[in-house]
């Protein structure tokens, strides 16, 4: 693999690494949200903020997976 796929290899997984990063403090955020306020919340408010977490869980797994297989090559 030349330098400049190496370069590229760094960069790609340095962002992908920030977007993870992003994505698991959202899902932390909207954890810590409902454990604060779920009694007020309504069901669908819940409901919608759990989604949101899986969401960004997701995500954040994605950004991993895609680093991990940049790892394999």
Do not use: Y
């Not at 919608?48 to 895609?66: C, F, P, Q």
Request: hydrophobic share 35%.
């Amino acid at each position: 693999m030349g330098m400049k796929d190496e370069l590229k290899k760094t960069i790609d997984n340095v962002a992908d690494t920030f977007s993870e990063a992003g994505h698991r403090a959202n899902a932390d955020a909207e954890h810590a949200n409902r454990e604060v306020s779920g009694d007020v919340m309504s069901p669908g408010e819940k409901v919608g903020s759990v989604a949101n977490e899986g969401k960004e869980s997701v995500l954040a797994d994605v950004d991993r997976a895609k680093r991990d297989l940049r790892k394999e090559m």
